[in-house]
């Protein structure tokens, strides 16, 4: 079935440090490729998303390219703030944005 | 615009017994998917429905069951309760548009605890 493979945490890192976080899938068909933020206490926030190869999705700061080559989705970021802290969670949905199948996770910790 | 809201936002149950959470999607949108997210995991899918109907199911036994109002709100119902059922759920919302789901967003979650 199909499934996602994050990068085990926490990354620690100073404030302005660059920050990549792996995620790998595997999946059938052309799926689309989320990731979604979790702050303290809190649901889950949509960050990014890209829907074929080849498309990165942004926001924030944050950037995410679909590879289906190498069938990965990993998240970066040029200058991380102490805000950005949180659990990162990578997904995907199947064609036609069925249920969604999540990675375990992975906190980022940001220090001053 | 409100988004997805959940209620309550915390709960403590004993097992055996049963519990009803429940969801109210983002304005506009008619689908309302289900997750369990247990302590340190990514969600797991429980089941998703549109136009008052269970259009698809995850790996969980036969006490969990839900329904969706014409409203589009949803309730979740876990019954006879289980140590191991203890966990954050979530509710999303989503809106078919084409013929396709459009992307999900979640709600803060009622996190249960089962003693």
């Known amino acids: 079935g199909n499934s996602v493979t994050q990068m085990e945490g926490p990354v620690t890192l100073s404030e302005e440090a660059f920050l990549t976080i792996n995620c790998t899938y595997t999946a059938t068909g052309y799926p689309s490729l989320f990731w979604y933020v979790q702050y303290p206490g809190e649901g889950l926030q949509l960050l990014l998303k890209a829907t074929k190869a080849d498309d990165k999705g942004s926001n924030k700061g944050f950037e995410a390219t679909y590879r289906k080559e190498t069938t990965s989705f990993h998240l970066e970021k040029g200058s991380v703030q102490v805000s950005d802290s949180a659990v990162y969670f990578c997904a995907l949905s199947e064609e036609g944005f069925q249920k969604l199948v999540f990675g375990t996770g992975t906190r980022l910790l940001v220090s001053p | 615009d409100a988004g997805v809201t959940q209620s309550p936002t915390h709960l403590i149950k004993t097992r055996g017994q049963q519990v009803t959470l429940r969801c109210s999607p983002k304005s506009g949108h008619d689908t309302v998917s289900w997750y369990q997210q247990a302590l340190g995991q990514g969600p797991q899918f429980i089941f998703q429905y549109y136009e008052e109907e269970e259009r698809q199911r995850g790996n969980f036994p036969d006490r969990f069951s839900g329904h969706q109002f014409p409203n589009y709100s949803s309730e979740l119902n876990v019954n006879a309760l289980l140590l191991g059922d203890s966990a954050l759920y979530l509710c999303?919302?989503?809106?078919?548009?084409?013929?396709?789901?459009?992307?999900?967003?979640f709600g803060p979650g009622t996190r249960l605890l089962v003693l």
């Open positions: 999303a919302s989503s809106l078919v548009s084409g013929g396709q789901q459009e992307t999900q967003y």
